[in-house]
């Protein structure tokens, strides 16, 4: 059960201090799902800032 909880309580506090960093957004209304398919854009964009780094120097 822990290893459940602990990603869950991680990804609230991010999307806590994530929405302090904005004035006038209010904490109480982030949603999980929308964090988690945030979370999995970057993850995929991973790969492809990667590759156009790797284009640039390459040449």
């Known amino acids: 059960m822990w290893s459940l909880l602990t ?4 990804l609230r506090i991010v ?3 994530a ?3 904005v004035p006038g957004i ?3 209304r982030c949603c999980l799902s ?3 398919h ?3 854009q970057v993850i995929q ?3 492809i800032v ?6 640039l120097f390459s040449g």
Not at 50 to 55: H, S
């Open 19 to 21: 929405a302090e960093s």
């Open 50 to 55: 990667t590759a156009a780094i790797g284009t």
């Open 7 to 10: 990603p869950y309580q991680t």
């Open 38 to 40: 945030i979370r999995d």
């Open 26 to 28: 209010d904490p109480d």
């Open 15 to 17: 999307m806590v201090d």
């Open 34 to 36: 929308i964090a988690l």
């Open 45 to 47: 964009a991973a790969g």
